[in-house]
Every structure is written in structure tokens, then in C-alpha cells.
């Protein structure tokens, strides 16, 4: 008997995932310069001698977290066709000014667009990946991090969109519409916009941007490695499975990534898509209060802990470093000196 999409729904993004060239570099600039919070450190299940980093709200709701793989010193990928090429966050439509010399003052640089009438800011990360700021009159309700250097009433709310590139879109456009039951709702230039079924959660925009001539992304530093959409829990993520395998997308086995299962398959573009389950979040093995302050490792690497923790770079570096200093002419005379150094520190306001 087929399964239909009928009674599912797939209520906006869950997660997008990217790729960068270092974890400490990475954690200073999602955490100090847009004020998310680091609600997980764990590994890439697939290679446990990388990071796999989780930013997002104050308890990492599905719709806000945006995850790394940060590989030390890997050079930069080139966003193009078959991928995910820009990530756009959700911020209060007054809150434009305060973000244009927030970045400023960080020296990051930025283009203003009005892509369906919405202002935008359009910057890179410190590895190349493209960021937007969408200003949006009534923004997504999440719960603002207490920690953040941002202000509550100028954080964050989550995604709004993820656009993908296509040098033939029409598969991907079906693929939306057809099976996973989006809305087209809106064409501005190149770009075809779809909502999702849930409009008040964060990320339940998807666009997709046709470019016959784009040449075929290259994974690598500053690249999104997937996307993921929003399931509401096991049963629904079996009953997609389903579908997807009778339409010939031939989607994986449920993996079980701790915090949520997920399944993959490629989009008829090329683009990886995961439909992850909400349960049961990032509490599993932290207490809410404490999200993301400690190395968690799934059960499968448990054993290896502290070989693992050795190959990690650190984090944070140190707020103090006591180092000896000999006089220029090299003699060591006995005495010590202190070389103070300051690092950004976890909600400072800085950036070094």
C-alpha cells in the first residue's frame, strides 16, 4: 500500500549544517559576534577526531540551530550548484540599525538586498560562508540566550531561509511541492520562493535560485554540507521514509544522532536534505542550564574519551597565559614577568 504526505507535515527547518576552518575562530564569531549560543560541543559521529559544534537559542530549538564541522586549516570550499549557497537568520524588523554597526564595529563587511520586499544584510563568516540578516516585522518566538552580548529585544529568532542553486530547478520545485508539500509563493528575479506549513516557526522558507550556467559547488571551508527539515517524531520520520522510497529518492537508514534520528537522501539538484525528529533535543545529557559547557561524546566513542579530547584543538584559549620573559640580551636574571593576554570570552563583547 503507497504512504501519502497527506497527514505529514514538514513544519520548516531543523538545522543547517556547515563547514569551517576553525573551531576557535568559528566559536568567537557565532557566539561573540552574533550572540548564539553554543548549546552543544560534541564530534562528527563519522570522523571523531573533528568537532561537530550546535549554535542556537537559549535551549537549542529545532528552527534555530546552526551546526559545524570545524577542520582545522582546510581550505576554502566554492559555494555554487547542488548546494545550499546562503543561510538567512531571522532578526526584528527595527533591529536593522543596531546590526548594520554591530557589524561595522567588528569590521564585517555587508550588502543590503530586499529579496520579496524583506531588507537584508548580506556578510560572510570568518571562512566564507554567506550569512544574511532578514528583517522581519513579526519575527519567530524563541527564547533569547540570558548570556549573549546581544540585547534580548535585537537577538537572533532563528532561520528564516535557506536558498539552494540550481542550473535545472524544475525536479527540486516538484520535489517541494509535490512530495514534501510546500507552497510556492513568490518569484523575485532568479529566485522561486516556497513556504512551509508551520508560518510562525522559525525557517519555513526554502528559495531556490536557477542558474543554468553555476558551476557545481566544491565542499570546504565556509560550504553548508546539508539541510535538514523539521519531523515531529519517529513515526512520522518512518512513514517519510516511506514516501521518499516509493518516489525513488532512496533515503538512508535512520541514523541516530543523540539529540534527534535523522534519514538523508539527495534532492534531485544535488543538495543534501535530512528530515530530523524534534525529540528529544539537547537535554539529553546535559542539564539545560549547562548546554554546551562540557565535551559529550554518543555512546560508540564513550571509551575513547580521552584520546579524543587530545586531538581536539581547544576551544577557548586561555584567559591568562604566565609565560617567562627573558631580557633582550638573553640572560636569564631569575625573574619572571607576566605577559597578559586577552582572549574573547564566553558572551564578551569583543572580538580578538
Known sequence: METTTENLKISGIHHLTAIAASAAENLV??????????VKQTVNFDDPSTY???Y?????????????FPWENLPRGRAGAGMATAIALAIPGESMPFWQERLRRHGVAFAEAAPFGSPLLRFD????????????????????WPASAIPARHAIRGFHTATLLSRDPDATQALLTQVMGMTRVGKDSDRHRFRMQAEDAPGHFVDLVEDPSARRGQQGGGTVHHIA??????????????????QGFQPTTVRDR?????????EPGGVLFEFATDPPGFAVDEAPDELGAQLQLPPQYAA????IARQLPPLRPPDLAHVLKLPADGRDDGGTRLNRRVFGRRGADRIH
Open 258 to 266: 543523540n539529540y534527534f534520528q535523522s534519514i538523508y537522501f539527495r
Open 304 to 307: 575513547m574519551r580521552s584520546k
Open 125 to 144: 563568516d570568518p571562512h566564507g560562508l554567506t550569512l544574511e540578516l532578514v528583517a522581519v516585522q513579526t519575527p519567530p518566538t524563541v527564547r533569547a
Open 56 to 68: 542556537g537559542d537559549a535551549e537549542g530549538a529545532p528552527g534555530t540551530i546552526i551546526t559545524f
Open 52 to 54: 561537530h559544534l550546535y
Open 29 to 38: 564569531f557565532y557566539e561573540t559576534v552574533l550572540g548564539l549560543r553554543l
Open 229 to 246: 527539515f523539521r519531523v515531529a517524531d519517529a513515526q512520522a520520520q518512518a512513514a517519510w521514509r516511506r514516501v521518499l522510497d516509493q
